[in-house]
C-alpha cells in the first residue's frame, strides 16, 4: 500500500464515547498533520508532528489527543465530543516541517457525533 | 489576520477555459500551493508557485504576483473530470499553510 491512508472511514459516534483516528503514510515523510475539513470552511490545521515531536497545537480543545508513536503512525483519540465537532478529519504528510515541500493526504474519516 | 479568499463556486462548460482566482494577506510568504479536491476525496497537489510568473503543467497553469498578493489557476480544455474543489493556500513565514474556503468549479456539457 502506497500513499496516505486513514481508518476509519466513516465513523458515527455518542458525544460519551471514546474513539481514535488512525493514519499511516508510506512515504518516508518525516512530517505528519491532522486538520478538520467543515462544509464551506477552509481546512484548519489542528496538530503537527515534525520528527515525531509535537509542532503545533492550535488552540485545539482537549476532547482531541493526538499520538505519534513513530513517523509513519498518527493517531488522533476522541472523547466526550460535541455535534459541532462532526466534520471530515484529514490527515496529511510532508517531508519535514518548515520547507516548502507540498502535503499529501489521506481520504480521511467522516466523522459524525450524535 | 491572515486571509485568503477565492470565490465560493464557478461554473463553466465542458471544453472552454476557467480562471479561478485567489487573493491573500498573510504573515510573510513562503509559496502558495493550489490542491484540487473531489467530492468525498482526500486534496491532492496541482501546483507551487514561490515566484512571479506563470507555472505551466499540460492542462493547468498557475500565476503568481506577490506585489499584488494574487494568484489564478487556469484550467484550459474543460474536461467533465475537473468538476472539484479548488483550494489555494498560503505558506506564511512560519511554514504554516494558510487555506482558502475553496472554489467549487462545476462542468456543464
Known amino acids: 500500500e502506497t500513499g496516505v491512508t486513514q481508518t476509519p472511514r466513516h465513523l458515527v459516534m455518542g458525544m460519551t464515547n471514546k474513539k481514535s483516528l488512525k493514519c499511516e503514510q508510506h512515504?518516508?515523510?518525516?512530517?505528519m498533520y491532522w486538520y478538520k475539513q467543515s462544509a464551506k470552511k477552509p481546512l484548519e490545521l489542528m496538530f503537527v508532528?515534525?520528527?515525531?515531536?509535537?509542532?503545533e497545537n492550535n488552540s485545539v480543545p482537549s476532547r482531541f489527543s493526538p499520538e505519534c508513536p513513530n513517523s509513519s503512525h498518527l493517531f488522533l483519540h476522541l472523547h466526550t465530543l460535541q455535534p459541532e465537532d462532526s466534520a471530515l478529519y484529514l490527515c496529511?504528510?510532508?517531508?519535514?516541517?518548515?520547507?516548502?515541500?507540498?502535503?499529501?493526504f489521506g481520504p480521511g474519516t467522516r466523522l459524525t457525533v450524535t | 489576520g491572515q486571509n485568503i479568499d477565492q470565490p465560493t463556486e464557478m461554473t463553466a462548460t465542458e471544453g472552454a477555459i476557467v480562471q479561478i482566482n485567489c487573493t491573500y494577506q498573510?504573515?510573510?510568504?513562503?509559496?502558495l500551493f493550489w490542491y484540487q479536491q473531489h467530492a468525498g476525496e482526500a486534496p491532492t497537489f496541482l501546483s507551487y508557485n514561490v515566484l512571479d510568473g506563470l507555472e505551466e503543467k499540460g492542462r493547468f497553469s498557475s500565476f503568481l504576483s506577490r506585489s499584488k498578493g494574487y494568484s489564478y489557476l487556469l484550467l484550459k480544455e474543460l474536461q467533465m473530470k475537473d468538476s472539484a474543489s479548488y483550494l489555494c493556500?498560503?505558506?506564511?513565514?512560519?511554514?504554516?499553510?494558510?487555506w482558502g474556503a475553496g472554489t467549487k468549479l462545476i462542468i456543464k456539457p
Open positions: 512515504l518516508g515523510h518525516n512530517a
Open positions: 498573510t504573515s510573510g510568504f513562503n509559496g
Open positions: 508532528y515534525n520528527f515525531k515531536e509535537q509542532t
Open positions: 493556500a498560503v505558506m506564511d513565514s512560519n511554514y504554516q499553510l494558510i
Open positions: 496529511a504528510s510532508s517531508q519535514e516541517r518548515g520547507s516548502s515541500y507540498e502535503q499529501y
